[in-house]
Nanobody
Framework: QVELVESGGGLVQSGGSLRLSCAAS????????AGWFRQAPEKEREFLAA????????YYADSVKGRFTISRDNAKNTVYLQMNSLKPEDTAVYYC?????????WGQGTQVTVSS
């Protein structure tokens, strides 16, 4: 089990960029897959992006493909989500998650607000 703490959220204008970070505790994190999700008010949680432990494979939801990039630095136990060309509909609480085969550990979330 790992503890995850997201940071980097905030208020940004439409078309702007943000970089979210997810810092993990625990020596096993480097072997975990990691992902980013978001949840907007009154909407279901939405998968955004995932990365395997070695960064060989990444996956993206169609809604963010080409705008968001997931990456990780296992030496720093950190996963990142670079978000470009942000839109007001990207406004949500963003969560990172990790696990060996499924997402078992979740962060507390960081708010991202995109103004029009």
């Amino acid at each position: 089990q790992v503890e995850l703490v997201e940071s980097g959220g905030g208020l940004v204008q439409s078309g702007g960029s943000l970089r979210l970070s997810c810092a993990a505790s625990g020596r096993t994190f480097s072997r975990y897959r990691a992902g980013w999700f978001r949840q907007a008010p009154e909407k279901e949680r939405e998968f955004l992006a995932a990365i395997n432990w070695s960064s060989d494979n990444t996956y993206y939801a169609d809604s963010v493909k080409g705008r968001f990039t997931i990456s990780r630095d296992n030496a720093k136990n950190t996963v990142y989500l670079q978000m470009n060309s942000l839109k007001p509909e990207d406004t949500a609480v963003y969560y990172c998650a990790a696990g060996l085969t499924r997402y078992t550990d979740w962060g507390q979330g960081t708010q991202v607000t995109v103004s029009s």
